[in-house]
């Protein structure tokens, strides 16, 4: 009865044609993002001592008197191209925040929707990739949940929107390889470059995508060098751009802008084997764990199909060419939360693309092989809620704190407040600039190394002052991430109120 009920869903699934499954997959993605970040509170949960800074610091700089939009826009470019290379991410971001000012919940629901767009976007991927129904929707899941499932939420990382714009591209790309028309092909180069300017890591996939043309044009071939030539002159054109475009930006990041500006970057002639080791074990132990373990058990299933697999030397060139750079990219980090995005893509490219496509691929080793996947998602899916409450209780700290802080200050209007939210620099700056566009320009920062209180922004940047002088005093608890020390700071004058991740004091008998 359980095979009867369960061939009928699939039948079912696969019966689906044209609108109706896009109607499916769109509803589908759409109820299934909205509703967790609906559930668990993301959406509203406000402000956050990361990059959310940014959206007040622009309309800051936007504020009647300082300076006009096209003035920010330029200025933000210009600094982000001395430093980093994301033009098309920081254009947009500005755009946000001249249309959005600081709404957090307006563009916590754009977000949700590039996460929709993307959860479509792959699985229509899969789907050309000649994946059932079934299969499409693991892939797609198996690239977006987990532990880089904080770019659903998060407004900062470039993650999501490039995984919008890649699996877009690869989408028009594959339609054309399969016939489509020759604009299919000129969208699919549009994405893949809007995809490169808008995150310096998907640049590294433009090398995938060369080598997945050759691959859809030498299927069923005998790899021999004059069929590789011969493909490489029939998509000769698509060949040449994609690859300048390669080229060209990665002249500009090492030559121009330099690698040694990305801190978790590289090679590093500097670090030891052991450390290497250390961030990579680290890495798999922790937010990779999950790909790490199914995936061993996956690779030893794999393994008992042998004569199979190995008539797929193709498949792990592709998959080899997906994850080599970005493991490289951030050999001195790891590959953790945002980061795992796109990594992820080459993941669920062999354990399902591959895996799940090899000839006489059945039995019970592939129920045991679906098990280990849908296992694999399950607890990427725990993984994903916990993290998103975390993230909506620790945004509802933040936004009381500012809340309350602003109150205070209102009623108090001598007021001083002092961030000791170093040395996480994007918390003192959330103070800053949050406080600063609602009116209020007298906070000042804790420096611990050197037990100075002073103000590091603005203009009054050399100013100091005293505890005695201080009304309101802020920092982290250890239930919060970014805590690293309590402040060596004589409090017994202020009153202790705890606001979550946060704990907050005030100057006794005001």
């Known amino acids: 009865m359980p095979r009867r009920i369960w061939r009928k869903f699939h039948d079912g699934l696969e019966g689906l044609e044209g609108k109706k499954e896009c109607a499916a997959i769109w509803l589908f993605s759409a109820v299934l993002v909205f509703g967790v970040l609906l559930l668990t509170g993301t959406v509203t949960s406000g402000y956050h001592?990361?990059?959310?800074?940014?959206?007040?610091?622009?309309?800051?700089?936007?504020?009647?008197?300082?300076?006009?939009?096209?003035?920010?826009?330029?200025?933000?470019?210009?600094?982000?191209?001395?430093?980093?290379?994301?033009?098309?991410?920081?254009?947009?971001?500005?755009?946000?925040?001249?249309?959005?000012?600081?709404?957090?919940?307006?563009?916590?629901?754009?977000?949700?929707?590039?996460?929709?767009a993307a959860l479509a976007a792959l699985y229509y991927c899969a789907r050309h990739m000649r994946c059932s129904v079934l299969y499409s929707l693991l892939f797609s899941l198996t690239v977006m949940v987990g532990y880089q499932s904080a770019v659903w939420w998060k407004l900062g990382p470039q993650e999501s929107f490039g995984m919008v714009l890649f699996a877009t591209g690869f989408y028009l790309l594959l339609t054309w390889l399969e016939g489509g028309s020759k604009w299919r092909a000129v969208g699919s180069v549009c994405m893949f470059f809007l995809m490169s300017v808008y995150k310096e890591s998907f640049i590294l996939l433009l090398p995938f995508v060369m080598l997945y043309v050759l691959y859809e044009q030498l299927r069923g071939s005998r790899l021999t060098v004059r069929a590789v030539w011969a493909a490489v002159r029939a998509k000769i054109g698509y060949l040449f751009v994609v690859g300048l475009i390669f080229l060209t930006e990665m002249f500009l990041l090492v030559f121009v802008i330099g690698t040694n500006n990305y801190e978790y970057i590289g090679l590093d002639g500097g670090m030891t084997y052991e450390q290497y080791r250390t961030v990579w074990l680290n890495a798999l132990g922790t937010d990779l764990k999950w790909y790490f373990r199914f995936g061993v058990i996956c690779g030893m299933i794999l393994l008992t199909w042998w004569e199979q697999l190995r008539r797929h030397l193709w498949e792990i060139a592709l998959t080899a060419i997906l994850l080599l750079p970005q493991i490289v990219t951030y050999s001195k980090t790891g590959i953790?939360?945002?980061?795992?995005?796109?990594?992820?893509?080459?993941?669920?490219?062999?354990?399902?693309?591959?895996?799940?496509?090899?000839?006489?691929?059945?039995?019970?080793?592939?129920?045991?092989?679906?098990?280990?996947?849908?296992?694999?998602?399950?607890?990427?899916?725990?993984?994903?809620?916990?993290?998103?409450?975390?993230?909506?209780?620790?945004?509802?700290?933040?936004?009381?704190?500012?809340?309350?802080?602003?109150?205070?200050?209102?009623?108090?209007?001598?007021?001083?407040?002092?961030?000791?939210?170093?040395?996480?620099?994007?918390?003192?700056?959330?103070m800053y600039y949050w406080l600063r566009i609602h009116g209020y320009d007298d906070v000042f920062y804790w420096d611990e190394d050197r037990l100075l209180i002073s103000k590091w922004f603005g203009e009054h940047e050399d100013d100091e002052d005293v505890l005695e002088h201080m009304d309101v005093v802020v920092m982290y608890n250890r239930e919060d991430r970014h805590w690293c020390y309590d402040p060596s700071l004589d409090l017994s004058e202020f009153e202790e109120r705890k606001c979550g991740t946060l704990t907050m004091y005030f100057r006794k008998n005001v």
């Not at 033009?87 to 925040?97: D, G, K, N």
């Not at 001249?98 to 957090?104: D, P």
């Not at 307006?106 to 929707?113: E, R, T």
């Not at 607890?379 to 009381?400: I, K, L, P």
């Open 336 to 430: 953790t939360e945002r980061y795992i995005l796109p990594t992820s893509f080459g993941i669920a490219f062999f354990l399902i693309v591959v895996g799940c496509h090899l000839k006489s691929f059945g039995g019970k080793r592939k129920a045991v092989y679906i098990l280990c996947l849908l296992l694999m998602l399950a607890a990427h899916t725990r993984v994903m809620f916990r993290e998103a409450d975390y993230f909506a209780y620790r945004g509802n700290s933040v936004q009381t704190m500012l809340d309350t802080t602003l109150a205070y200050t209102r009623e108090h209007s001598d007021a001083k407040v002092l961030s000791c939210l170093g040395p996480n620099v994007e918390g003192n700056r959330t």
């Open 49 to 116: 001592l990361v990059d959310d800074w940014e959206y007040a610091k622009y309309v800051d700089l936007m504020s009647p008197g300082r300076s006009r939009f096209w003035d920010c826009m330029r200025d933000t470019l210009a600094f982000d191209l001395t430093v980093r290379f994301r033009p098309l991410y920081y254009i947009l971001r500005v755009c946000t925040a001249a249309v959005f000012g600081v709404n957090l919940t307006a563009m916590s629901v754009l977000k949700g929707m590039e996460i929709v």
